[in-house]
């Protein structure tokens, strides 16, 4: 897989069916190695080791409803009362982060209401805070660590 740009982390593989699984430890389950799951994968340990948010408060690929739609998110970091602190998304380093991505978490934030936002294609990440009142995303250098 591509290296990216965050810091080295270390992961459990195996093969099945020809196919390269990697061990998730949130699902606490081996998945499918796609290039998506390899972002995904690191975002999660980002937010691990480097923002020290607690594993219990960290949800990967669920789905939501979306005006009569399901979706599925990447990432949602909870804070602890059980409201929404960060919803990532995540994209193959060969997916351009564009203004539709945005929109794409825009979206599902209408349904789940966090406070900041994360989107990341492995090579480049990009970090939002909500102003509600302005109903606006402003763009930061960097997501606040876990207090």
């Not at 699984?21 to 290039?35: A, S």
């Not at 939501?64 to 599925?72: E, V």
């Not at 998110?73 to 945005?102: H, M, R, W």
Request: proline content about 3%.
């Amino acid at each position: 897989m591509q290296k990216l740009n965050f810091p080295q982390y270390s992961f459990r593989f195996k093969s099945s069916e020809n196919k390269t699984l990697v061990f998730d430890e949130i699902r606490k389950k081996f998945v499918i190695l796609t290039p998506e799951e390899w972002v995904r994968l690191h975002v999660v340990q980002f937010l691990l080791k480097e923002k020290n948010y607690p594993k219990s408060l960290i949800n990967v690929e669920k789905q939501l409803k979306l005006n009569n739609t399901t979706k599925r998110y990447d990432v949602v970091v909870y804070k602890n009362d059980g409201s929404i602190f960060l919803i990532v998304e995540c994209k193959a380093p060969s997916i351009q982060i564009t203004q539709l991505t945005f929109d794409q978490i825009a979206r599902y934030n209408l349904v789940l209401d966090a406070e900041f936002l994360m989107v990341s294609n492995g090579l480049e990440h990009y970090f939002c805070q909500m102003d509600l009142q302005a109903e606006k995303y402003v763009f930061l250098k960097d997501i606040p660590v876990y207090k």
